[in-house]
């Protein structure tokens, strides 16, 4: 695309303003619209960040199973970038941690894109301000893309929070604990419950008899182990699961080269149903 062009539509909302920004071929006709979407596109197009100068800044990353904190003025920064997949949420943050002020940064449009940790400067100072970018699909600008940004005057990260909370709950995306316990009531045995994990290799049964007698009354248990002794606790009110990693297996073709991730290929390669 030889040029691109944006839209942005400002307003008053809940806990603060809100800014909604949509890059989409240039205005014309539905005919030629077709085809700056389609029209090759290379490379990644990157949004500029919102910066300031105040040192108290504080990126908010809702990273799995987490939100991280992380000053902007670090130097290296932590991290050069992050993909979306993986992410908790679909947002970003900087808010200052001293005066609660900042902003959400809201990507609408999360495939194909990625969150760059680039080093600006403003003024004197070089700050690691958030910079989305979106890679082309398949050779193609393929589709418009949309962030929006939610500015906030105080309430910190607790705010920051609370406006992605309400963007969820108008899109249709927020489902809370309470509404999942109404479709699945043992939801309601995870509320302080213990998550062990490692009760392989240990005498399951036991452990379960021995927790129920010390008092123990809500539990998950990460481990597989014999039916009867996995059904007797959940009798006893516990939860059981199991947690597994299924990757790929490249071909080798010796059997003194098989390891974790390579195998003899196709005779030990193998499905379930």
């Known amino acids: 695309m030889k040029r691109t062009s944006f839209w942005t539509k400002a307003r008053e909302a809940f806990f603060g303003s809100l800014c909604t920004c949509r890059l989409e071929p240039p205005h014309c006709t539905s005919q030629q619209k077709q085809y700056h979407l389609t029209h090759p596109f290379l490379g990644c197009f990157s949004w500029l960040p919102w910066c300031w100068t105040l040192l108290t800044a504080r990126w908010l990353s809702p990273i799995i199973p987490t939100v991280i904190c992380i000053p902007w003025t670090l130097s ?17 943050g900087v808010v200052d941690m001293e005066k609660g002020f900042g ?22 100072r070089e700050l690691a301000a958030p910079q989305i970018g979106w890679w ?12 929006v940004y939610h500015f906030i005057a105080q ?26 316990a109404k479709r699945n009531p043992d939801l309601r045995k995870l509320f302080g419950a213990a998550d062990v994990w490692g009760v392989w290799g240990v005498n399951y049964e036991q452990f379960v008899q021995e927790a129920k007698l010390l008092g123990v009354d809500k539990l998950i248990l990460h ?14 009110g516990y939860l059981t699961s199991e947690y597994d990693n299924y990757t790929d297996i490249l071909p080798v ?20 149903s």
Request: with cysteine; glycine share 10%.
């Open 76 to 92: 290296p920064f932590p991290r050069a970038g992050w993909h979306w997949t993986g992410w908790t949420c679909r947002w970003w």
């Open 103 to 124: 902003y959400a940064l809201i990507v609408e449009t999360p495939d194909d894109g990625v969150l760059e940790c680039r080093h600006h400067r403003v003024g004197e």
């Open 253 to 272: 073709d010796s059997e003194q080269k098989i390891d974790s991730n390579h195998d003899l290929l196709p005779d030990s390669a193998g499905t379930e």
């Open 223 to 236: 481990g597989t182990a014999r039916r009867e002794a996995m059904q007797r606790a959940v009798e006893v």
């Open 155 to 180: 309430g910190g990260y607790v705010s920051i929070a609370k406006t992605y909370r309400v963007y969820a709950r108008g899109k249709g995306l927020l489902v809370t604990l309470r509404e999942k």
């Open 136 to 147: 082309a699909q398949k050779g193609r600008f393929a589709y418009p893309r949309r962030i």
